[in-house]
């Protein structure tokens, strides 16, 4: 996941935005459009459509854009992402390859279009605060790798955790109770075969449900070198 | 019913393990178990040597009880939020641990009601992996009763000690549990982020880790914090 990223206007950092959230529906049919402006009619306080004009999107907190399409490139996504960081996939093919792909290039959410109004609009919230959210309707799993099955609840845990948040603060961050929470995350353990919080959140990174954005660290050398010289080799010097 | 300590709630909220998934039934069986072996029961508290933190259950009449005299003797957040009823006061774990003038009340509240205590050691293929303490409410109240109980908690009855703890100070250690586990997480965590940024496996992150801790001089909790606060951005 690029580090170039303007942050979403509610990030990681806890600056929640107010007001309902400003949402962009790119390159879409006027059937799918209108579709979701009347699905979303009822939350009109929580989530607001706005126009589709060029350069509309520097306006947009998160754009839905269903990259998996296969119709004629109108949309650059790459422009959206450098210039709201805030791209989410809306599609009918939640295929786990694609989602993983799409992840890694840095966008914020896949979300089916199978999605009641009320998920999609708790998801693209969820979204807001900085969450990474892959969200299906009525398919309780998803493959990944052909061998992991992973349920969109147990690959958010996984994403929250990998993010630090303890469970008590992913339940909050859900709308979940604790308890649900952990049965997730055991779930998950088994799923991808991991028995430690160390292994999983090596696990969503390396699979790219979480971004590792470290800076410079914790070399063999000592820390105060470190932080100044990055080792040879190392990811981090080739991106400083 | 015993039930668990509100720290010991959260700390149970924060605790995942594949091998122990349902951890929160298990130790509430384990006091209802205990009760049913000697009714004087009013507290149990169970340890975890891997993990170093201590789970406990008290008798909620027990427990209103003990704060409710206790609280006279050196001032407690219901005197106080009386004498002074437009400023309520928020009392959380911090404030008893860390304000002195909680001390007392800490302590009376933990030490009353309990007049005698059995301890257990908890043994898997020869390894000592817990311990169970049980608190009573009158004096030899397991007198005769060891062997019983010990088959009950699934715990051995040959290496028990009477009355070991009538302080009841594992209920402390488990005020401290929620802090503790949340430490745990996170270095584990931090590890994890580590072992990705990396590309090493998870021993030798925590090795990369733990190094780092001792030159920088800082605890492992707080460079914990720091990473996940710079992977955070």
Known sequence: ?240 | MLKPLPETQEALDEYVSLAEPDLDVRIVELGRRAQEVVPEVVGLSLALVREGVTFTLVAPDAAVAVIDAAQYLDGGPCVEAVDDPPDPIETGIDDLLDEGRWALFAQVSAALGVASSLSFSLVDAGRVTGGINVYASTPGAFTGRHEALATALGASALDVVTDADLGFSTREEAVRAPVLLRALQQVDTAVGLLAARFGEDVAQARERFSGASVRAGVSEALLAKVLIQLQSG
Not at chain 1, 30 to 54: K, N
Not at chain 1, 123 to 136: D, E, F, K, P, T
Not at chain 1, 186 to 197: A, E, G, L, N, Q
């Open chain 1, 1 to 240: 996941m690029s580090s170039d990223h303007s942050p979403l206007p509610a990030s990681d950092s806890g600056n929640v935005a107010t007001g309902p959230l400003r949402l962009l529906i790119a390159d879409e049919s006027e059937l799918v459009v209108h579709g979701v402006e009347s699905m979303l009619l009822p939350f009109r306080d929580r989530v607001r459509i706005i126009d589709q004009v060029e350069h509309e999107d520097r306006a947009a907190e998160l754009v839905l854009h269903d990259s998996f399409a296969v119709t004629p490139d109108h949309f650059d996504e790459d422009k959206a992402l450098a210039r709201t960081g805030a791209l989410v996939v809306y599609t009918w093919q939640l295929h786990p390859t694609l989602v993983r792909l799409a992840l890694a290039r840095g966008v914020r959410g896949c979300l089916s279009k199978q999605l009641s109004g009320a998920e999609l609009v708790g998801a693209l919230v969820r979204i807001r605060r900085g969450v990474v959210v892959v969200m299906g309707h009525g398919d309780p799993s998803w493959k990944h790798d052909g061998q992991s099955r992973l349920a969109p609840r147990e690959a958010e845990v996984l994403a929250l955790i990998a993010r630090g948040l303890t469970n008590a603060e992913v339940a909050e961050e859900m709308c979940l109770s604790v308890n649900s929470v952990k049965s997730y995350i055991r779930s998950s353990y088994r799923k991808i075969d991991v028995d430690s919080r160390t292994q999983a959140v090596l696990w969503a990174i390396r699979h790219g449900y979480a971004a590792t954005a470290l800076p410079v660290l914790l070399s063999p050398v000592p820390m105060t070198s470190s932080i100044n010289a990055p080792p040879k080799g190392s990811d981090a010097e080739a991106s400083s």
